[in-house]
């Protein structure tokens, strides 16, 4: 018989029997026919390749990820993740569903369909983040939407993405036992539960333990990807749940535990978020498996990890194994060792070479590409006089740290003219804070103030702000926060830098203010430039985009500003800017 290519004396794992054999694999019309001596079988191909005994594995596999992190194309993403051996990813668009709606969902879901890798997706179960008192967005999703996305239209819609207001669940727990369709979210998982009970309820529960554990499990929530501790990651596998583990989670002491104790196939590696700057430098889930190899994880664990077990979660009966009738998603390693490198990639029997050159990318409808509302001539001087009400004192001031996205409250007094404050002085080191409602036509917009690892000598201006994406201008001067929120509205969506009356970096976002159609070693580059840009005007954190781009997430602790003002994220309330003196956190 002849077949379409021979890997000979390959070194394979196999997670079914938990044990090495050396073998030959034929491939025939993309999937693997035989693993075994096919020379012996009479087996004859078009193309041998000869392994040596090098380690062949399956295509790693992605369960959690969300490509707009890396603010690009689903096509573009594609393009730079195969050759780093992903073959098949599980993608959730909450940040194109904040913007659009159900139509953020369906145009990525659109553009995933030729792309040169599998990329399945999962349902967003919190958009927005928090609800319309606290944030405006460009849409949302609730129960309503399930039908129309888990339809035989979209055969590749195959989970709930993560359900993140798990502070919600926990209160109301009562509640939901009695009323499942009391929270949205829970109304979602509710509704698959009973129409679709085979599908995956990604969850996000970070530092959940005991009886609050429980409470998610209970109401459907049976896996997390937030970064883990022992004990935690302990409980999680005791109460049977599926346990995600990004770069954040890789340490000597987690790695440790995983491997001493018989958890394999109970838990995956995934990716989360990776910005392109660290894509072209580092690479993707590679780099996780590569972080856990290095810290002591055996290469059998870690293959189970990056393509068999999470193929069993999502139910993915065709891939994550080398056996006849699976996809021919291949690695051919060059050893064994932990630098895990990657002499070959093959997706569904084909080099990633050929497969990378016949991909076509995705024509975006032109309506993706204006979605800023806001009307360009629209006098946007307001925003950067700040009015002090009557009998106040004192301004609550978000303090940036310089290693961490936590914002801590603490009070300011500004000098005062005729009612406003003088925020714009040299050697205070403070920025004035504005987000910007792109949704209407009208101005709208609320105004805070951040100091601690904050700019200097300049601005920055961008759509890509969590998760709503409104326009977030922030800065220490007005010159420069104008001239980068006019470039901004110029280009309809974007990131830039201003400083000195010029604009200093640039990354262009024309699909929704938040992805960009340019190849990836384009892109990452933007970004280095951009990152390097920031840290010349003060910033001291690792990755000040990402900082900067979760001032306006109202989810992440402790104090954050949306368009509709300062967020009270531990009560999810608003709370004004300005307020009488009382306290001790307070600073001139």
Not at 343 to 350: H, L, M, W
Not at 484 to 494: F, K, N, Q
Request: charged residues 20%; proline residues 5%; hydrophobic residues 40%.
């Amino acid at each position: 018989m002849h077949v379409d290519t021979l890997i000979t004396d390959a070194r394979i794992y196999n997670p079914y029997i938990k044990k090495w054999q050396v073998a030959d694999i034929a491939l025939l019309n993309g999937k693997i026919f035989h693993v075994g001596d096919c020379v012996s079988q009479g087996l004859t191909a078009t193309e041998t390749i000869a392994c040596h005994g090098a380690p062949v594995i399956p295509g790693l596999i992605d369960i959690h990820l969300h490509i707009e992190s890396s603010l690009c194309t689903p096509y573009t993403f594609a393009q730079a993740v195969l050759p780093h051996g992903i073959t098949t990813v599980v993608a959730e668009h909450h940040e194109m569903a904040n913007i659009f709606g159900r139509a953020g969902i369906e145009v990525m879901v659109a553009a995933s369909k030729h792309a040169p890798i599998d990329i399945f997706h999962g349902i967003p179960s919190s958009v927005p983040s928090t609800n319309t008192k606290l944030e405006t967005t460009g849409g949302t999703i609730d129960a309503s939407d399930l039908p129309a996305l888990v339809g035989p239209e979209h055969p590749k819609v195959i989970c709930l993405g993560e359900v993140m207001n798990f502070s919600t669940l926990l209160e109301r727990f009562e509640e939901l036992v009695g009323n499942p369709s009391a929270v949205d979210s829970a109304g979602m998982i509710d509704y698959l539960r009973t129409h679709h009970p085979l599908m995956p309820i990604e969850g996000h529960c970070p530092s959940i333990k005991g009886l609050d554990l429980s409470k998610l499990l209970y109401l459907g929530v049976d896996s997390d990807h937030c970064k883990q501790d022992i004990e935690g990651m302990r409980q999680r596998f005791t109460n049977g749940m599926f346990v995600e583990i990004q770069g954040k989670s890789v340490d000597v002491e987690i790695i440790s535990y995983l491997q001493e104790h018989d958890v394999e196939g109970l838990w995956a590696f995934v990716t989360d978020d990776v910005p392109p700057d660290l894509l072209i430098r580092q690479g993707h889930l590679d780099q996780v498996v590569r972080q856990a190899l290095q810290c002591g994880l055996s290469l059998e664990k870690a293959i189970v990890a990056s393509s068999f077990a999470p193929a069993q979660r999502m139910g993915f009966r065709d891939r994550g194994a080398i056996a006849p009738g699976k996809i021919a998603d291949l690695l051919i390693l060059a050893d064994d060792s932990s630098e895990f490198k990657i002499r070959e990639v093959f997706k569904r029997g084909k080099r990633a070479q050929e497969c990378l050159a016949v991909a076509r990318p995705y024509a975006f409808p032109e309506r993706f590409k204006h979605s800023i509302t806001l009307v360009r001539t629209t006098d946007l001087s307001p925003i950067f006089t700040v009015a002090v009400p009557k009998d106040t004192v004192q301004a609550l001031v978000m303090h940036k740290l310089e290693d961490s996205t936590y914002t801590e409250a603490v009070h300011r007094t500004f000098e005062q003219i005729e009612g406003v404050a003088i925020w714009e002085q040299e050697g205070q080191r403070v920025n004035l804070v504005v987000v910007i409602n792109r949704y209407t036509k009208k101005l709208t917009y609320a105004q805070g103030f951040c100091d601690g690892d904050v700019l200097t000598n300049g601005a920055y201006c961008s759509t890509y702000a969590h998760d709503h994406h409104n326009i977030l201008v922030i800065g220490d001067n007005t010159a420069d926060m104008r001239i980068a929120l006019d470039w901004v509205l110029s280009r309809e969506g974007g990131i830039c830098t201003a400083s000195k009356g010029t604009i200093t970096a640039t990354i262009p976002l024309p699909i929704g203010g938040i992805l960009s159609e340019a190849p990836m070693v384009e892109l990452g580059q933007d970004v280095i430039h951009i990152q390097d840009e920031l840290h010349r005007l003060g910033m001291r954190h690792p990755n000040p985009l990402m900082s900067l781009s979760t001032i306006t997430l109202p989810v992440s602790p402790a104090i954050k500003i949306t368009d509709k003002g300062l967020i009270d994220v531990a009560t999810a309330s608003l709370v004004p800017l300005f307020s009488k003196a009382e306290g001790s956190n307070h600073r001139q």
